[in-house]
């Protein structure tokens, strides 16, 4: 079985926001549902009041 791989990427330039998604080997619903998962974790943390919600790394990692 291949690996399921969804990316999302936001670029803030200038006060400017791109978005990119990609995926592979992911149905649409798949990555919906990611995408779901992932807001009710931010969520979550924001309740908690955690300091680190997101991490960061630099460049293309």
């Known amino acids: 079985m ?3 791989i969804f990316e999302v990427k936001f670029v803030v ?3 400017k926001m791109a978005t990119k998604m990609s995926s592979k ?7 919906i ?3 779901e998962v992932a807001k009710q974790q ?3 943390g924001l309740r908690e009041n955690k ?4 991490r ?5 990692e």
């Open 51 to 54: 300091k680190e919600i997101f």
């Open 42 to 44: 931010i969520l979550d």
């Open 25 to 31: 080997n992911m149905s649409p619903q798949e990555t």
């Open 33 to 35: 549902g990611l995408l």
């Open 2 to 4: 291949e690996d399921k």
């Open 56 to 60: 960061g790394s630099k460049g293309d």
């Open 13 to 15: 330039k200038d006060g």
